[in-house]
C-alpha cells in the first residue's frame, strides 16, 4: 500500500513557475514508477509526466514538453514536478500516482494523492 500526498499548488501569473511535490509513504517507494496527471473542469484526467523508478528516464506530454520537469528523491520517498511558463490553460488539479511497471503514459496507476489545485491568472 502507498499514500501520496500531493503539495505546492497555489496561484501563479501566466510564465510563472510553482514546484509541486508528492511525498510517499511505505518503503517499496523506489519500484515504483511516479507519474503526474491533471484535470480541469469539465474535461478528463490527462496524463502530464513521469519519471522511472530509477530517476533514469523521464516521459511528458507533448503540452508540457520543454517546460515541465519530473525529478524524484528516493531517499526522502518523494517526486517532484518543476513548472515553468506556466499558461493559463494549465490550471487544473494535479494528481500524483505511483504504479509498478506497465505504460507510464495510460492512466492505470494503482495508487493516487488527493490532488493540488494549480491556478494560472493571465
Known amino acids: 500500500q502507498v499514500q501520496l500526498v500531493e503539495s505546492g499548488g497555489g496561484l501563479v501569473q501566466a510564465g510563472g513557475s510553482l514546484r509541486l511535490s508528492c511525498a510517499a509513504s511505505g518503503r517499496t517507494f523506489i519500484v515504483y514508477t511516479m507519474g503526474w496527471f491533471r484535470q480541469a473542469p469539465g474535461k478528463e484526467r490527462e496524463f502530464v509526466a513521469a519519471?522511472?523508478?530509477?530517476?533514469?528516464?523521464?516521459y511528458y506530454a507533448d503540452f508540457v514538453k520543454g517546460r515541465f520537469t519530473a525529478s524524484r528523491e528516493n531517499r526522502k520517498n518523494t517526486v517532484y514536478l518543476q513548472m515553468s511558463s506556466l499558461k493559463p490553460e494549465d490550471t487544473a488539479v494535479y494528481y500524483c500516482?505511483?504504479?509498478?511497471?506497465?505504460?507510464?503514459?495510460?492512466?492505470?496507476?494503482?495508487?493516487w494523492g488527493q490532488g493540488t489545485q494549480v491556478t494560472v491568472s493571465s
Open positions: 519519471i522511472g523508478s530509477s530517476g533514469g528516464r523521464t
Open positions: 500516482a505511483a504504479r509498478s511497471g506497465g505504460n507510464a503514459y495510460s492512466r492505470e496507476y494503482a495508487y
